[in-house]
């Protein structure tokens, strides 16, 4: 699948977003090893911080399907990743991250490129 398909993806789920607070509408659309695409939005809640983003509702979906990190190939998002979708994106070690920049121009990244030298747990 390429960029703009799975972009594609991520605009359309966007149009479901619930964001009456911020009016900022986020789509994201996992695409697993296997071809199954989660596609997610953000979520708004009156209490400002207890929102969730697109990319985490996209890996959540998935996850509740079983997706494990490491199933995953790519993810496209509407939007650059804020800094705990960035988090997010290298515990489920994806491949590729696509994402559009705000001059509309398609972004490509590996996750842990977008959080070097990344905090892990100790072993
Ligand atoms: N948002 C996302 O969905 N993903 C990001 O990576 C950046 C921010 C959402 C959260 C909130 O609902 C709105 O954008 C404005 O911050």
């Not at 605009?11 to 479901?16: H, K, L, Q, T």
């Not at 509408?25 to 697993?32: H, I, N, P, R, Y």
């Not at 290298?90 to 959080?115: C, K, M, N, Q, T």
Request: with cysteine; charged share 25%.
């Amino acid at each position: 699948m390429t960029s703009e398909e799975l972009l594609a993806q991520a605009d359309a789920v966007a149009a479901n977003a619930y964001a009456p607070y911020s009016n900022y509408f986020v789509g994201a659309a996992v695409l697993t090893r296997d071809g199954r695409v989660f596609a997610g939005a953000n979520v708004e809640n009156a209490a400002y911080p207890l929102g969730i983003c697109a990319e985490r509702t996209a890996i959540g979906k998935a996850a509740s399907e079983g997706v494990r990190p490491g199933d995953v190939e790519a993810i496209a998002i509407t939007a650059s990743p804020c800094g705990g979708c960035r988090q997010w994106l290298h515990e489920w070690r994806f491949e590729r991250v696509w994402f559009r920049r705000a001059d509309g121009s398609i972004a490509e990244y590996a996750a842990d490129d977008l959080l070097p030298d990344t905090w892990d747990l100790p072993e």
